[in-house]
Nanobody, 116 residues
Framework: DVQLVESGGGLVQPGDSLRLSCVTSGFTFSNEYMTWVRQAPGKGLEWVSNINPGGTSTSAPDSVRGRFFISRDNAKNTLYLQMNDLRPEDTAVYYC?????????RGQGTQVTVSS
């Protein structure tokens, strides 16, 4: 079975940093594009960042570019999201996601709350 398990969220103050992890199994991680998305209270899913299978190319929207950095360790089947200079508007449940044979898979998510 495909599994994605996120961790690393928490309650932090504005300006703090967090590193999220997503441990995967059930598919060939090193072959797949991976994505982080988030969902704030009362809102839809928002794309946060993408990374190619080799980890050599990434992309992110303006809202997080220069603050959030996606990376991966293919030997550990693990995806990461380094989040710096966190802001209250970054408060959301963060999910890692992949698309396999036309089907989207994501984990249960990890809550990130940014508040003073």
């Amino acid at each position: 079975d495909v599994q994605l398990v996120e961790s690393g969220g928490g309650l932090v103050q504005p300006g703090d940093s967090l590193r999220l992890s997503c441990v995967t199994s059930g598919f060939t991680f090193s072959n797949e594009y991976m994505t982080w998305v988030r969902q704030a209270p009362g809102k839809g899913l928002e794309w946060v960042s993408n990374i190619n299978p080799g980890g050599t190319s990434t992309s992110a929207p303006d809202s997080v570019r220069g603050r959030f950095f996606i990376s991966r360790d293919n030997a550990k089947n693990t995806l990461y999201l380094q989040m710096n200079d966190l802001r209250p508007e970054d408060t959301a449940v963060y999910y890692c996601k992949t698309n396999l044979r036309g089907n989207d898979y994501r984990g249960q998510g990890t809550q990130v709350t940014v508040s003073s």
